[in-house]
Structure formats: structure tokens, C-alpha cells
């Protein structure tokens, strides 16, 4: 996947996904962003979250909450593989014909980053254990059909939303810098295979390139480069899985005018040749629900 994940999030007339991510041992998932709210609960072993440059140790068991828009990242941190289930929902869910109290109330103002949800649900007392519970019972309803199956699914979501937004903190308006970031990052993922330069992504972010470079590794806990070069990776690993295109015409068109190079790279980053992941993409499909390719750390 580029920035944007790519897997379908529910579908139009109900947009809520629920779905399972298994991370091999010595992978990651390197940073992306959604336009649509998050809630995620380690099933197994443990790892940091990252959401927009803070950083959250997860356990197993732990959820977390992650923004509209928000740019995140996951690391394993011990020595298992790692699988978690994420719960994905457009804010379109909670709308009606026209706008009422609860979007106005506790709908906009999380996307306006005004109102602060929980970042994580650690206890499994009070109301953290009741989230986690009703995170669990949307997991057990995931794919299931028939008569008031999405009454379910959507009246333990409201009662999921409930919690967290009894248990938010009023702000002011975040913005700013983290806006930047993420224009560069759309950047990117539209430009991949033009020559983009340090200059021309610290110019669309409005910043030095030194002050550029921090604040995107501070956010990303990468460099500007290694990101770019992470997103040609996985746009090649598209083309690999859909086309029938010879390995050389992919790695030009995804930015890597040295095949040896792209070869090289894309080794360190996913354990294997272009030409084995092609061979292997369906296996690959089976650690890798979420729309995402985890990569090497």
C-alpha cells in the first residue's frame, strides 16, 4: 500500500470493516493514514503504536484508538509474531439525513482534533474493560449475515464511540505542523515515481529542509528518503500481485532506475527477490488482511 490503505473499508451503504492483521516476526507496518476512525486490539504479543509522533506500547490485550487522518505506524517489540484486529469505520456511520446532535457533538469535534479520545484502553476494569468488551463482541459479529446484522454491529459501535467520547478531553485545534506532513506524504504517494528531491518535499511542507527532516522523523520514525523509497517498494509490490509486467518495467515505473538497486532494496525491505514475492503472493495475502505489506524493520 502507499499512504492510503487500500483495503476496502466496509462498503458504501455500510462502512465498517472489521478485519485481522498478522505481522511476522522482523516486520513492521510502516506509516499510513485513513480517512477513517480506528480501533485496534492486540490479540497477540506486543508492540508500539506510533499516532502521530506518540508513541503508545501496546500488550496483548491492549486497544487503541487512532484518528481520521491520523499518520500511524506499528512495531512489534518482542520476539513472536505479532496479529491484531482492527475495527475501521468511516464517520459517515454515525450520520443521519441531516446533521444532528451527535455528530455535531461527538463526531466533528474528534475530527477537528477538538475533542481528544483515549489514545489506549489498558485496564480491563471500569470503563477501558468495558471498551475492550465491546470491541471483542464486534469482532465475534464480523462477517456475520441476516436479520439485524448490522443493527448489531452499529449499536455496539455507538456504545464503543459512547465510552471513548465520555472519557475524552476538550482541546484547541492541533493542526499545523501534522497537516504539513501529511500533504508531503500525498505527495509522495501521487509522485512516487518522479524525482522528488529533499528540496522539493521540505518546499511543500512550508519548512526548512533541516526542520523538514526532523519533524518527519519524529512523526514517521523515518527519513524523508526512507519513506519515499518504502512507498516505491510497496507500489512495486501491487504491480507484482496484479500484473503481469516484467520486473524491470516495475521497477522504473515505481521510481528505481537501477533494476540491481531495486532488486537490492526491496530484499532488505521484504525478505525476499521481486520475482519470489510474485511467486508467493497468495501466501503473502495470508499475514497481510489489512490491505497492508509488512515490512522488513
Known amino acids: 500500500m502507499a499512504v492510503y490503505e487500500t483495503i476496502r473499508h466496509g462498503t458504501p451503504d455500510f462502512p465498517l470493516e472489521v478485519h485481522e492483521t498478522q505481522v511476522p516476526i522482523g516486520f513492521h507496518l510502516y506509516p499510513h493514514l485513513h480517512a477513517e476512525f480506528e480501533f485496534l486490539v492486540m490479540a497477540r504479543g506486543s508492540g508500539i503504536l506510533c499516532v502521530?509522533?506518540?508513541?503508545?506500547?501496546?500488550?496483548?490485550?491492549?486497544?487503541?484508538?487512532?484518528?481520521?487522518?491520523?499518520?500511524?505506524?506499528?512495531?512489534?517489540?518482542?520476539?513472536?509474531?505479532?496479529?491484531?484486529?482492527?475495527?475501521?469505520?468511516?464517520?459517515?456511520?454515525?450520520?443521519?439525513?441531516?446533521?444532528?446532535a451527535v455528530t455535531e457533538k461527538y463526531v466533528e469535534p474528534v475530527i477537528r482534533r477538538t475533542?481528544?479520545?483515549?489514545?489506549?484502553?489498558?485496564?480491563?476494569?471500569?470503563?477501558?474493560?468495558?471498551?475492550?468488551?465491546?470491541?471483542?463482541?464486534?469482532?465475534?459479529?464480523r462477517g456475520k449475515s441476516g436479520e439485524c446484522a448490522e443493527l448489531e454491529m452499529k449499536s455496539r459501535l455507538f456504545h464503543l464511540w459512547a465510552i471513548l467520547c465520555g472519557h475524552g478531553e476538550r482541546m484547541h485545534d492541533e493542526g499545523g505542523k501534522l497537516d504539513e506532513l501529511r500533504g508531503v506524504m500525498e505527495l509522495i504517494d501521487r509522485e512516487y515515481a518522479s524525482h522528488l528531491t529533499l528540496a522539493d518535499l521540505a518546499?511543500?511542507?512550508?519548512?526548512?529542509?533541516?526542520?523538514?527532516?526532523?519533524?518527519f522523523s519524529a512523526v514517521t520514525h523515518m527519513t524523508p528518503f526512507s519513506y519515499l523509497q518504502q512507498v516505491r517498494i510497496q507500489k512495486s509490490c501491487q504491480y507484482l500481485k496484479n500484473s503481469d509486467l516484467p520486473v524491470s518495467r516495475i521497477a522504473l515505473?515505481?521510481?528505481?532506475?537501477?533494476?540491481?538497486?531495486?532488486?537490492?532494496?526491496?530484499?532488505?525491505?521484504?525478505?525476499?527477490?521481486?520475482?519470489?514475492?510474485?511467486?508467493?503472493?497468495?501466501?503473502e495475502e495470508s499475514y497481510s488482511r489489512s490491505g497492508e505489506t509488512p515490512s522488513r524493520g
Open 52 to 100: 502521530d509522533g506518540v508513541s503508545h506500547r501496546l500488550a496483548q490485550g491492549d486497544g487503541a484508538f487512532v484518528n481520521a487522518q491520523s499518520i500511524h505506524l506499528g512495531i512489534p517489540d518482542g520476539t513472536e509474531p505479532v496479529s491484531f484486529y482492527a475495527i475501521v469505520f468511516s464517520p459517515r456511520i454515525f450520520g443521519s439525513l441531516h446533521n444532528d
Open 115 to 141: 475533542l481528544r479520545l483515549p489514545s489506549v484502553c489498558a485496564g480491563r476494569d471500569g470503563w477501558q474493560g468495558e471498551a475492550l468488551r465491546t470491541a471483542g463482541e464486534l469482532y465475534d459479529l
Open 203 to 215: 518546499a511543500a511542507a512550508h519548512m526548512s529542509e533541516s526542520h523538514f527532516c526532523r519533524s
Open 253 to 283: 515505473s515505481c521510481g528505481f532506475n537501477d533494476l540491481s538497486y531495486y532488486a537490492r532494496r526491496f530484499r532488505e525491505r521484504i525478505g525476499c527477490t521481486p520475482s519470489e514475492y510474485r511467486r508467493g503472493a497468495a501466501q
